[in-house]
């Protein structure tokens, strides 16, 4: 992409109503414009990074064995009044009247149309286990919507259900979901810490929220600091192997590690002061298993292979896709602007051209464009007549983690500088070779 021709709205002033760096850094780097409190229009920039945390998100999903659908977003509020949460769910919920007079509502979540698409098409323990998901836009109107993308009104989600015949098979599916969201986190640069949340309507350990810790996070995190060491990292893991993805979840959940609503001061007490730490951290995902509680509710049963007839277990694991760019940016950025780590960044690199309009410094940007394109890394190449310094601050501010800059004097010497964006240490090399470089790093984030 050529920055000539792209939309790039950035903004040279902090935007006033910016409370936290990652909405000031949103709004500067033209990535989202806001439309009403708490809803906001996508523009290319944060589109770019948008779709790259859905796809890591189907990814994984896939990955673990989960098939995606889409429902819509608007949904008959009959479907609710069934299990009763039409009039619990308070006023979070948009409720809409359609020209007929019927009850509608913009989904604050799915359990209820999930539940009616499961009972109208599987009655038999054959067709278990089975989980589906989607990434699909809610709503929730909620009472101070703020922070940007991080609590907005409309707001991205992946969702995602289980279908399980015994309690084991879908705290299996539990698990599952645990593991498959760390590798979904830790592909994106983040640590997400499994934190025991409150215990659901069914009691016992059954939900966990994923906090990224950074000091603008809305809840107070209280954890044993050797749980931000540990990794999946490249580890084969066997989906369909239940002692093996068991016993992941007990290595990433055995450390303290739980939010305000489930803090235990005294077995806090027992961890060794050196590590134990209290901080904030921004809730990027939520699992949990609640057994029967709608299926109970809506008559969705399954016959047993000794052919009685149960209510499915169930349960819902959610993903805060559009409320993930604001806490990346939360963990990675500095005083100059956002940092994006390789998994998610919106172009691979960016191209800097100190002297437009110089035919050899042309070229060679041309020519380095060419080849990423060639190795499926698109390039945004910077090739407005600016001054090399407002071409640095702006691939700063939006930050992309590689840069190469092109000059004359250093093709007269046959090189290229290639920085990262994170460390600022450049390199000079040739242009293939920084070609070759950036496909090499790139080759470890598909
Ligand atoms: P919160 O406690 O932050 O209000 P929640 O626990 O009500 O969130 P869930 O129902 O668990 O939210 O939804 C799954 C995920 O969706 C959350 O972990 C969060 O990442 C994201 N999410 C929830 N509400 C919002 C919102 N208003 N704006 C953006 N993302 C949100
Ligand atoms: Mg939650």
């Known amino acids: 992409m050529r920055l000539s021709r792209y939309f790039l709205p950035v903004l040279k002033e902090n935007p006033a109503e910016a409370q936290i760096v990652s909405h000031r850094y949103m709004l500067r780097a033209g990535m989202i414009k806001q439309q009403a409190a708490g809803i906001y229009s996508w523009l290319p920039l944060g589109l770019r990074v948008l779709r790259r945390i859905e796809q890591i998100v189907h990814e994984e999903q896939v990955r673990a064995g989960h098939i995606p659908l889409l429902m819509p977003t608007l949904q008959p509020a009959d479907l609710w009044r069934e299990s009763g949460r039409y009039d619990d769910y308070g006023q979070e919920m948009l ?9 509608m509502l913009y989904g604050p979540t799915n359990e209820e149309m999930i539940t009616d698409i499961f009972r109208s098409h599987v009655s038999s323990y054959k067709d278990l286990p089975l989980t589906l998901y989607h990434i699909q836009w809610k709503f929730r109107d909620e009472l101070r919507p703020r922070f940007g993308v991080m609590r907005g009104r409309e707001f991205l989600m992946k969702d ?3 279908f399980d015949v015994d309690r084991d098979s879908a705290l299996h599916a539990y698990n599952r979901h645990m593991v498959s969201y760390l590798r979904t986190y830790e592909r994106m640069g983040l640590t997400a810490i499994p934190m025991r949340a409150a215990s659901g309507p069914i009691g016992g350990d059954n939900t966990h929220e994923f906090l990224v810790l950074a000091n603008t996070g809305e809840s107070e995190v209280f954890y ?6 540990l990794k999946l990292g490249a580890r084969a893991v066997d989906y369909d192997d239940r002692a093996q993805v068991e016993g992941i979840c007990g290595e990433f959940t055995t450390l303290y590690a739980r939010t305000d609503e489930t803090h235990d001061p005294a077995l806090f007490e027992t961890v060794p002061e050196a590590h134990r730490k209290v901080g904030r951290g921004i809730e990027v995902g939520q699992i949990f298993y609640f057994g029967t509680k709608y299926s109970d509710a809506m008559g969705a049963t399954v016959v047993t292979r ?3 007839r149960v209510p499915v277990e169930m349960g819902s694991h959610g993903i805060g896709v559009s409320r993930l760019l604001g806490a990346i940016i939360e963990a990675s950025h500095d005083d100059k602007g956002i940092i ?4 998610v960044t919106p172009f691979p690199v960016g191209i800097v051209n100190l002297k437009q309009g110089d035919g050899a410094a042309d070229a060679a940007c041309a020519a380095l464009e060419k080849a990423l394109l060639a190795r499926g890394l698109e390039p945004l190449y910077d090739d407005r007549d600016e001054r090399a310094g407002a071409k640095f601050a702006t691939m700063d501010l939006i930050g992309l983690p590689w840069r190469i800059t092109v000059g004359p004097r250093g093709l007269a010497n046959g090189v290229v500088e290639l920085t990262s964006r994170r ?12 070609v070759e470089r950036i496909a090499a790093i790139y080759a470890e984030h598909p």
């Not at 044993?224 to 060491?229: A, K």
């Open 423 to 434: 460390t600022g240490a450049s390199e000079e090399l040739s242009p293939e070779a920084a």
């Open 306 to 308: 000794d052919g009685s």
């Open 160 to 162: 995602g259900y289980n």
């Open 224 to 229: 044993d600091d050797r749980v931000t060491g």
């Open 95 to 103: 409720r809409i009247k359609d020209r007929h007079e019927r009850d």
């Open 340 to 343: 994006w780590p390789e998994g």
